[in-house]
């Protein structure tokens, strides 16, 4: 016998969002009208749009959709249905696989479109609900923003490109949005930024220009354009940063802030002359990537109460460690905004200002004009402030002047471009500062790397994990006991990949009087690192341990980032044992 479906009117009543009385006057309204009582509940305001939509998806066993998430503008694909359809039954194509097409539908008894779907695309067609609002509006951004896919973009130019600098001259005046070159330039843009990308890379090769988007610290390749249109795209660039088109031999920066989608979204431009044309990067900032909160972060419990313990110190230096990449700024900017209330003064020296913070005294490093870090120092030092945030320590004099803000009452925020957390100490005496400097004002040192974190949608239990692997990240078979790391599988959300988003793993190195002893005595970095850990520090290898065996991270993309460290970690163990 078949199960008696539930009435709509029933799920919401038991959802709590509806009422018995006002199920009858939308019932009574809805006969008078025509309209289903979906429909009616809305004009009378009992319900929303969402409410009824998820409902429906309910009574018809179907999944709901948030159209408002990150992840429905990245599975949406455009080019899965012919915009005639989507635009005439407002259906939204999802994803396509093998031979079943995934649609959002408003309307689940909608039986001809769903015939019709079958019919035109001659495959299965699966469905889930959303609201119709929400899908024409969300339809609606994505043909505005997107009306075309790059590679269809690439072959609409008909460019002749017979006279290339008559061509610039033309981009140069160039103030219609229609114009091809001006359509292709702004779907590079908001498809990298619809795909989580944090850098746009177009660089010319001998054939070709190749478009390649950094999505969680990796390089995916994404198309290869035309080497005639070049020119065109670097010129369309240039003008958009504020650059001086006419400068192809030396490094520009500029600065582009434009609409993508909802937001506003700034880009920093840097261009640099190469065999074959300008390698063009631009760096895409997004305030948000830097107020992820402490939580989000990384940080294992005693990490994060080491961190909050010496960020509430009084004076003394923080430094924090790592390569290009690897997140210092963010955790710095964390830091600051959890520090950033009323009754702290905080300045920062910066090369460039990336993001703008409320409450924050930034300054713009300006060498040209001799504004360097070292002079808006001793400025910052006349301004009373509580904490001093210093972009990087790069030379003597501003490492001496950061030790003597450390020394006068300061709290002292810097990064350093080392490897580990022992080895800032003997960088900064090889700078030139001297030893009891060093070691009388730092307070910590972390170091600290990202690594990818694995797809929730997709990653599953690894029943065999590589032994290999597992040895470089320093697993052994009994932490393994009531463990069971997971694996990256790959799906729609995650792009195929298996993973989506990136946490750090650190080193946390707090200077006691046996390491400060070291450092004044110019000890080798093997032998504060062996204190250090002697005094409880863990490893970059060790913290990634942990994120493996919580299912957070897998032990190859451990091994891929901290590889280094754990093989230093483990001839370390061979040869104590």
């Avoid at 690439?154 to 490109?161: C, K, P, T």
């Avoid at 320590?393 to 002292?412: F, M, P, S, Y």
């Avoid at 990064?415 to 060093?438: Q, Y």
């Amino acid at each position: 016998m078949a199960r008696t479906r539930k009435k709509l009117g029933q799920i919401l009543l038991r959802w709590g969002i509806i009422t018995e009385q006002q199920i009858d006057e939308a019932l009574q309204v809805a006969q008078a009208s025509g309209k289903r009582i979906g429909e009616a509940l809305v004009e009378m305001e009992y319900a929303t749009e969402d409410d009824v939509a998820k409902a429906l998806a309910s009574q018809y066993g179907l999944e709901y959709i948030d159209l408002d998430s990150q992840e429905a503008m990245r599975a949406a694909d455009m080019q899965a249905l012919p915009i005639d359809i989507v635009k005439k039954y407002l259906v939204l194509p999802l994803e396509k696989k093998e031979n079943k097409l995934k649609v959002v539908i408003h309307d689940p008894m909608d039986l001809e479109l769903l015939d019709l779907l079958r019919f035109r695309m001659n495959c299965e067609i699966e469905t889930v609900i959303s609201s119709r609002s929400k899908i024409k509006g969300f339809i609606d951004a994505l043909l505005s923003d997107s009306a075309t896919t790059i590679d269809e973009t690439v072959r609409a130019l008909s460019i002749d490109m017979e006279a290339e600098d008559k061509e610039v001259r033309k981009i140069a005046r160039e103030v219609d949005s229609d114009a091809p070159i001006v359509r292709l330039v702004d779907k590079i843009i908001t498809e990298a930024v619809h795909n989580r990308s944090s850098d746009i890379h177009i660089e010319p090769m001998n054939d070709r220009v190749r478009l390649r988007y950094r999505v969680d610290g990796v390089c995916h390749e994404r198309d290869k354009i035309p080497k005639r249109m070049q020119s065109s795209i670097l010129t369309r660039l240039k003008i958009l940063a504020g650059m001086k088109i006419e400068e192809r031999r030396v490094p520009q920066d500029g600065r582009i802030k434009m609409r993508v989608g909802r937001e506003v979204i700034d880009f920093r431009v840097s261009a640099c002359p190469g065999y074959h044309g300008e390698s063009m990067v631009l760096r895409i900032l997004r305030p948000e990537s830097v107020r992820i909160g402490m939580a989000n972060l990384g940080f294992e419990p005693d990490h994060e109460q080491k961190f909050n313990r010496i960020i509430r110190k009084p004076n003394g230096i923080f430094l924090v460690t790592g390569p290009t990449g690897s997140g210092k700024t963010t955790t710095l900017y964390t830091a600051l905004d959890v520090l950033n209330r009323p009754d702290r003064k905080i300045i920062t020296a910066e090369d460039p200002v990336e993001y703008n913070f409320t409450g924050i005294n930034q300054c713009q490093v300006r060498d040209d004009i001799g504004l360097t870090f070292a002079r808006i120092l001793r400025a910052m030092l006349r301004q009373a402030p509580n904490v001093i945030l210093v972009g990087e320590i790069r030379d003597k004099e501003v490492a001496e002047v950061a030790t003597q803000a450390a020394l006068t009452g300061h709290l002292v925020f810097s990064t350093l471009h080392t490897n580990d957390a022992p080895s800032a100490i003997t960088r900064l005496i090889d700078m030139g500062v001297k030893p009891f400097l060093v070691a009388s004002s730092i307070q910590a040192i972390m170091a600290q790397r990202l690594i990818r974190i694995l797809c929730p949608d997709c990653k599953e239990p690894d029943p065999e994990p590589s032994a290999y692997y597992l040895r470089l990240c320093g697993i052994s078979e009994s932490d393994l006991e009531n463990k069971t790391p997971c694996r990256a599988v790959g799906c729609s959300s995650c792009g195929g990949t298996g993973y989506r988003g990136r946490r750090g793993i650190f080193e946390f190195m707090m200077l006691n009087s046996e390491i400060r002893e070291l450092a004044f005595k110019r000890a080798p970095t093997t032998a504060m690192r062996k204190a250090a850990m002697a005094s409880g520090m863990r490893d970059l290898a060790g913290d990634g341990r942990l994120k493996v065996l919580a299912g957070i991270s897998s032990a190859e993309e451990v091994a891929r980032v901290a590889q280094v460290d754990a093989i230093a970690a483990m001839e370390e163990e061979e040869q104590i044992a």
